[in-house]
């Protein structure tokens, strides 16, 4: 078997024509489905904590069936079947969008609620003495303090969301790992196509890990 790599082909402008439109798209697709997803998450979150049952067993149904299928089923689902319940098509990249929101938004949730649940009791207990209602209550006092005390966490979720966007290969949108497919396949190289893509998302992601280890040690010490 010959494995005889070839990676004169690699280039900028092979970088620039297919990869950086990919890379564009996993980014957006990263940026739009971690904001939407905290903030559903953050909502999920504050449902089953309030203590009522009429939010906190939708809530926890919904987060414990979306964290017990995989991603790409979830892609699959939405992109088959909705244009048949809707009767028209929504195209490949706004079902991303939407299944990895709904999707992040259940993995999200457990992080808010494990960052709600490590804000001592006694300073809820203070915000409902000088009058605070629930609401603010969690505005102003919880929900500031959870965030700062699960960024870390938040942020290694967005790594491990940002390589879940290669799942989208699966429905034809045009991400990164598309991008190195494409070229792959025009320049007759796609094991140093496919190769490269490794290289990238390996490069990418160990730099941003190593970017949220500092941040955890700088939040130890604030702590």
């Known amino acids: 078997m010959n494995l005889a790599l070839d990676w004169s082909f690699f280039s900028w402008d ?24 905290i903030v559903f998450g953050t909502l999920l979150a504050l449902m089953r904590l309030s203590g009522k049952k009429w939010l906190d067993i939708p809530a926890t149904i919904y987060v414990n069936g979306m964290r017990s299928i995989p991603l790409v089923m979830m892609i699959l689902w939405f992109f088959l079947l909705m244009p048949m319940i809707i009767g028209k098509p929504i195209g ?10 709904a999707f992040e938004a259940a993995y999200f949730s457990e992080i808010m609620r494990a960052g709600i649940q490590s804000i001592p009791r006694g300073q809820v207990f203070a915000g409902q003495a000088v009058g605070m209602t629930y609401g603010q209550n969690m505005r102003l006092v919880v929900l500031p303090q959870a965030f700062r005390n699960m960024l870390p966490v938040l942020l290694t979720q967005t790594i491990i969301l940002f390589q879940d966007t290669s799942l989208v290969y699966a429905i034809g949108a045009y991400d990164m790992l598309k991008g190195f ?43």
């Open 181 to 223: 497919d494409i070229a792959g396949k025009n320049y007759g190289r796609p094991v140093e196509s496919y190769l490269m893509a490794a290289v990238t998302y390996f490069v990418l992601c160990y730099a941003l890990s190593w970017f949220v280890k500092r941040l955890h040690k700088k939040i130890a010490i604030i702590r």
């Open 14 to 37: 092979v970088f620039s024509n297919y990869v950086w439109k990919g890379l564009k798209y996993s980014v957006m697709l990263t940026v739009i489905a971690t904001i939407g997803g």
């Open 92 to 101: 490949a990249e706004t079902s991303a969008i939407v299944t990895f929101i």
